[in-house]
Every structure is written in C-alpha cells, then in structure tokens.
C-alpha cells in the first residue's frame, strides 16, 4: 500500500483537501495511507523552539537540523525504503513522470518546510530529495505537498472508475490533451466539431493527436524538444 507520511509545523491542515473526493474515497476505502507528524513535538525548551536566526544574519528564521532530524528519524527507521522529500523552490521541478516513478513505489515521506526554509545540513544528512513545484513562492511546504501526494494517489490502482482516463491525459505522451466536448451540440453558436460526431474512431484519433500537437506547439514547444 501507498504510505505517505507528512512532516509538518502545522498538522490541522490535513488531511484538507486529500480528505475529499478521490483520494479520501481512496483514503477511506484503505487503498493508500497518511500519516501526519507535528515537527513541533521534537521542539526544544519550554517553548518547543523549532526555529532559529539565520547564521550570517538576514531576515526571517530557519527552520533548526537538529529539531527536523529528530522529528524524521522518529517517523521513519533509517532503512524506510520511501523516499525523503523536501517542499522547497529550489528543487527539481515536479513533473508527471516523477509522479508516475513515485505513486508507483512505497509511498513517500513529505517534509514541508517553512519561514526561509530548513538547515542546509539536515538535506545531505538525511538525503532528502528537494522538491517544487513551480517557479514561485509559497509560505510553506504544505499545499506542496498536497499536490505532490493528490498527483501520486490519483493514479493508484482503484482510485480512478475509467482505467484509461489516467492514460490519456496532458504529458501521459509528452504532449498537452486535445479539446474536450459535451452536450449541448450547440452552444451559444458554437457547434461540436463534426468530426467528434462522425463516429468514425480513427479519424477522431488522429484529430486529436493532430489537435494536442498544435496546442502543444503554441502553448508548450518545450514539451516537444528532445534532448
Ligand atoms: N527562502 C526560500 C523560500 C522559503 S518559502 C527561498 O527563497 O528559496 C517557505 C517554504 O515553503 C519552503 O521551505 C518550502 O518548503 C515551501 N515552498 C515554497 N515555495 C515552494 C515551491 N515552489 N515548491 C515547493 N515548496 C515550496
């Protein structure tokens, strides 16, 4: 089973919107699991202090090495095959193919970070992975990982009704979808292509693919370079 394990200064904020639709469906139904662990608890002093200045100076904290250490090695023995993934923009851009490599495994073990982020030292020390995103800046690691582990647990076995729809979507090819349509046929002067509607399944296959091409060349040509 798909194991996720949370790290995080603010436990309340899940299983949000995890909790909901497919993935609490999933979530309720035993088909994977989330576990979520307060960094607060490994905090030190009267205060459970797990921040700290920066060493340099500069504005804002961190988050302290020795507090995350201890809060990981008390979620996850040495030898916990998930792997160790830190929320952090400075990290390698999430893409579905590394959702597909990681929904594929044990699971994950997710560290949101916070203020300006955590101690250089924990990430080498503990091997973490750095993860974003996207280029920008959240305030904290959680709604990272809310997207990180909804874009794993949608492609489980079980989670989705139709099989094929995890197959066919933007990047499963490399490639942005083709347009969508429903009824009504016609809509505010505007007809469903009549191709859509012809019945014949070849040709809708490759006025698809013609259309996810096109799109792709105008929105996304970076999807198509091979390098
Ligand atoms: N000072 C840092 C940003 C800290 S934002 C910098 O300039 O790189 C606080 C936390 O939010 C980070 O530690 C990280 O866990 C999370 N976060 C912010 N933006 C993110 C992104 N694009 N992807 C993943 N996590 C992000």
Not at 16 to 29: C, E, N, P, T, V
Not at 99 to 107: A, D, T
Not at 127 to 136: K, P
Not at 140 to 167: F, H, K, N, W, Y
């Amino acid at each position: 089973m798909f194991r996720a394990s949370v790290l995080t200064l603010y436990p309340e904020m899940f299983p949000g919107l995890l909790g909901q639709s497919l993935s609490g469906d999933g979530l309720a139904r035993g088909l994977w699991s989330l576990e979520i662990k307060n960094i607060r608890d490994h905090g030190l002093g009267r205060h459970r202090a797990v921040d700290d200045t920066p060493a340099g100076g500069g504005a804002g904290m961190v988050l302290r090495a020795d507090v995350l250490a201890a809060a990981l090695d008390a979620s996850a023995p040495a030898d916990d095959p998930r792997p160790r993934l830190l929320m952090s923009p400075r990290g390698r851009p999430l893409n579905q193919a590394r959702v597909r490599e990681l929904s594929q495994g044990p699971g994950v073990i997710v560290i949101c970070g916070r203020f300006e982020g955590v101690d250089e030292r924990v990430i080498a020390q503990r091997q973490l992975e750095e993860v974003s995103i996207g280029d920008y800046i959240l305030s904290g690691g959680e709604v990272a990982s809310l997207v990180l582990i909804d874009a794993c647990v949608r492609l489980l076995p079980g989670i989705m009704g139709a099989a094929q729809s995890g197959q066919e979507e933007s990047f499963e090819n490399g490639l942005l979808e083709y347009p969508h349509y429903t009824r009504p046929r016609d809509w505010e002067g505007l007809p469903i292509p009549p191709v859509l509607l012809s019945g014949d399944h070849a040709k809708i296959a490759r006025w698809r693919h013609e259309q996810s091409l096109q799109l792709t060349r105008a929105r996304r040509p970076d999807l198509l370079k091979t390098d």
